[in-house]
């Protein structure tokens, strides 16, 4: 299927507004970087915490934030996760500059002193050796025995309440703890009185340290550098090293001004952020290989032509094929930008931005900048033959 036949667009003709036209976006995304807002990186690469949660109700963000700031240890943000219905929020919480440690517990703290509970059983936060542990000592069923018997005794009871939170996500009250068969009438009325069913439950808890963060960061920029490394010597080995760097140019102009749009918008740098940037980097560089491989077979079959003509017939040439494959793929991350969820909208952002300005930069980037070279390594050639 083709969009366009025969079109005679002179791409190369106006190379240098376009070029212009980046460098200047490229500068503003340098200085937003370096002297603007800057990144926002996330607790994968800064260190912090990270909690689940599971609300009985609509969850009050400004409370949830209210109780984590007054901590007084680093930047919380806050981000909804799943379907609305599912009440479910991601929080992190940035670790104090350069300090370690697992501050989980004291973020759990917070929120329960926050959403209230001071009764001797937390349902919907406490592990089952804990849950396992305070029926023990309070003994409702009057086991008697050591405290390993009465341990065993109340394991199979503490199991039991831990499946159910797994499978509802909130305990909310007594009743559900009815249809429990493990539970014997004992335990059950006095977890009715004095256990508290909390607003909330933790679904799952991640700290990463500053010196993790650190390694991970390092990492991050080591496979983003390996990545364009290996583009370059790729294309070097497959056609001529000045269209290697021109493909390497374009990625490294993609990727700014991809970073530029993650500084305007404040969105956090994470692990899955860096996937989609090289997510980007290869989308690109296949963009820019298929306008090369034509180029390059076209100057088999019209030698003598000049190349700036070579360029702009195999653009066009491939112009169908560009529009169809980038305009595909862009609706598909399109879609999940929109109607994905909070957790892969950072992702589908970052392919969202990508893919236009990669599309763009394999046309305006990369050819003129194999264009320049190539013209600039004959120059040298034909001056080396004069002086012989």
Do not use: C
């Amino acid at each position: 299927m083709r969009f366009f036949h025969n079109t005679k667009i002179r791409f190369m003709e106006y190379r240098w507004h376009w070029i212009i036209a980046s460098t200047v976006l490229n500068l503003v995304a340098i200085g937003l970087i370096f002297f603007g807002p800057g990144l926002k990186l996330g607790v994968d690469f800064a260190g912090g915490t990270q909690l689940t949660l599971k609300f009985k109700s609509e969850p009050d963000l400004k409370r949830v934030r209210k109780a984590l700031e007054a901590l007084g240890l680093g930047d919380v943000t806050i981000q909804r996760f799943d379907e609305a219905s599912a009440h479910q929020i991601l929080v992190h919480m940035q670790n104090p500059k350069g300090q370690e440690g697992d501050y989980t517990s004291r973020m759990i703290a917070a929120l329960e002193k926050e959403f209230g509970g001071a009764q001797a059983i937390e349902i919907n936060l406490e592990g089952s050796d804990a849950l396992r542990d305070t029926l023990a000592q309070a003994d409702p069923d009057k086991a008697g025995g050591t405290v390993d018997e009465r341990r065993a005794h109340y394991k199979a009871m503490a199991d039991a309440i831990l499946g159910l939170r797994k499978q509802v996500g909130v305990v909310t009250g007594p009743d559900q703890l009815a249809g429990l068969a493990a539970l014997s009438p004992a335990t059950r009325a006095y977890l009715a009185q004095n256990a508290h069913f909390g607003d909330f439950a933790v679904l799952a808890a991640d700290n990463v340290g500053p010196v993790v963060g650190k390694d991970l960061r390092q990492k991050a920029i080591y496979a983003v550098s390996f990545s364009l490394l290996g583009m370059l010597i790729y294309i070097w080995f497959r056609f001529k090293l000045q269209y290697g760097i021109g493909a390497i140019v374009a990625n490294f102009h993609d990727t700014l001004i991809t970073l530029g749009a993650l500084v305007v918008t404040q969105r956090p740098i994470d692990l899955p952020t860096i996937a989609a940037l090289l997510t980007l980097v290869g989308y690109s560089t296949n963009d820019t290989v298929v306008i090369f491989d034509r180029i390059r077979e076209r100057l088999k079959l019209e030698r003598g032509k000049p190349l700036i003509t070579v360029m702009d017939e195999a653009i066009n040439a491939t112009l169908s094929r560009t529009i169809i494959t980038s305009g595909l793929t862009w609706a598909v991350v399109l879609a999940l930008f929109i109607f994905g969820g909070d957790v892969i909208n950072t992702f589908a952002f970052v392919l969202v931005i990508g893919i236009v300005v990669g599309t763009y930069s394999s046309i305006y980037i990369a050819s003129p900048i194999a264009l320049g070279m190539s013209n600039w390594i004959e120059k040298r050639k034909s001056a080396a033959r004069r002086r012989r």
